[in-house]
């Protein structure tokens, strides 16, 4: 079994990997206070409960593919795979590890792991020229050209963060929970909040994807473009430029980037 952890601002996501399969996931809330320890409890409480591991941590766990956006989250769960799973090769996403893509940006040591994980995996799965966008704390939309190589991307403010500011910067506003309104017209102030959010978002995406295809490709109809991320599916029906939708993106990435560089560990 491989253990997958992607951490991101707000959420950490985590994939039980049989082979290429996933058969288990979870999401729990990043927490940059938590120690080594804590993580090493929260995580035997999960994986405790599946029935193909034991009650140990650590057992039936083969290996441990890493990628963190919070740094002080990843040094903690550094500190896990050294002192709870020592005899279980785990490989953290940082520099020098091989993913296979090369990274074409003036400072390649800017890019976030998980936008270049999400690249490995679209290569993988639908290979170049491709667009991936992440529904994350930010919305991120990332670029692959037809050789596989990480051009690029685009980063705007994710959908949360949209409605929370709402809430605290709009005198008669409040936060509001994120779902598809009856109609585009509010007929209440809280309809309206979520009209401005889905179909807002939605004309975001159609409107940025279309601008990179034509940079990207010299046929923009030879894009692929992949959404990813928590709250992708509340645009999936509406963006008319998304072509695919793999919800397990990134940990897909994390597993191919492990078995690229197990083997030389």
């Given at each position: 079994m491989l253990l997958t952890i992607d951490v991101g601002n707000t959420h950490t996501v985590l994939g039980l990997f049989d082979g290429e399969d996933i058969v288990e996931h979870w999401r729990i809330s990043t927490d940059a206070r938590r120690t080594a320890d804590e993580l090493a409890v929260l995580l035997q409480g999960l994986m405790g409960m599946h029935p193909l591991l034991g009650e140990e941590l650590g057992d039936g766990i083969d290996g441990i593919a890493i990628c963190a956006t919070v740094p002080s989250v990843l040094h903690e769960l550094r500190e896990v795979t050294r002192r709870y799973y020592g005899d279980v090769p785990a490989v953290l996403v940082e520099p020098g590890v091989k993913t296979g893509v090369p990274i074409l940006t003036d400072n390649p040591k800017e890019v976030g792991a998980d936008r270049i994980i999400n690249a490995v995996a679209a290569v993988e799965l639908y290979g170049g020229p491709a667009i991936v966008v992440d529904f994350g704390t930010a919305t991120t939309f990332d670029a692959v050209s037809a050789r596989g190589e990480y051009v690029g991307g685009v980063i705007a403010p994710g959908i949360e963060?949209?409605?929370?500011?709402?809430?605290?910067?709009?005198?008669?506003?409040?936060k509001i929970e994120v779902a598809r309104p009856r109609s585009v017209i509010g007929k209440n102030t809280v309809e309206?909040?979520?009209?401005?959010?889905?179909?807002?978002?939605?004309?975001?995406?159609?409107?940025?994807?279309?601008?990179?295809?034509?940079?990207?490709?010299?046929?923009?109809?030879?894009?692929?473009?992949i959404a990813t991320g928590g709250l992708a599916p509340m645009v999936l029906g509406e963006a008319s430029v998304i072509d695919e939708h793999e919800p397990w993106l990134t940990l897909i990435g994390l597993r191919l980037v492990y078995e690229r560089n197990v083997s030389r560990m």
């Amino acid at each position: 079994m491989l253990l997958t952890i992607d951490v991101g601002n707000t959420h950490t996501v985590l994939g039980l990997f049989d082979g290429e399969d996933i058969v288990e996931h979870w999401r729990i809330s990043t927490d940059a206070r938590r120690t080594a320890d804590e993580l090493a409890v929260l995580l035997q409480g999960l994986m405790g409960m599946h029935p193909l591991l034991g009650e140990e941590l650590g057992d039936g766990i083969d290996g441990i593919a890493i990628c963190a956006t919070v740094p002080s989250v990843l040094h903690e769960l550094r500190e896990v795979t050294r002192r709870y799973y020592g005899d279980v090769p785990a490989v953290l996403v940082e520099p020098g590890v091989k993913t296979g893509v090369p990274i074409l940006t003036d400072n390649p040591k800017e890019v976030g792991a998980d936008r270049i994980i999400n690249a490995v995996a679209a290569v993988e799965l639908y290979g170049g020229p491709a667009i991936v966008v992440d529904f994350g704390t930010a919305t991120t939309f990332d670029a692959v050209s037809a050789r596989g190589e990480y051009v690029g991307g685009v980063i705007a403010p994710g959908i949360e963060i949209s409605v929370e500011a709402l809430g605290v910067k709009g005198a008669q506003l409040r936060k509001i929970e994120v779902a598809r309104p009856r109609s585009v017209i509010g007929k209440n102030t809280v309809e309206a909040m979520q009209s401005g959010i889905v179909y807002g978002f939605a004309g975001q995406v159609d409107g940025v994807v279309t601008r990179m295809a034509k940079e990207l490709a010299d046929d923009p109809e030879d894009v692929t473009v992949i959404a990813t991320g928590g709250l992708a599916p509340m645009v999936l029906g509406e963006a008319s430029v998304i072509d695919e939708h793999e919800p397990w993106l990134t940990l897909i990435g994390l597993r191919l980037v492990y078995e690229r560089n197990v083997s030389r560990m």
